[in-house]
């Protein structure tokens, strides 16, 4: 889970700072976002492909032509 620190905190021996975004176990992300030293960051959602029975066969492409 990601989370995002907003206070100054160790885990595992390592020093994290405020503002440091690291993926960390869920059990120990749970832990510290109850405790209140960081906050879940929501990861990106994938961007699916909207587009309707098109094929790349079908589109228009712009043709180069000479300009002189």
Do not use: H, I, Q
């Not at 993926?23 to 994938?46: I, P, Q, Y």
């Amino acid at each position: 889970m990601k989370v995002k620190f907003v206070e100054r905190c160790t885990v595992d021996s390592a020093l994290y700072r405020v503002g440091s975004v690291v993926d960390l176990d869920k059990k120990v992300a749970d832990d510290l976002v109850d405790s209140g030293k960081c906050v879940a960051v929501e990861s990106k959602k994938k961007l699916k492909n909207k587009s309707v029975g098109l094929k790349s066969s079908e589109l228009e492409t712009r043709v180069e032509t000479d300009a002189s």
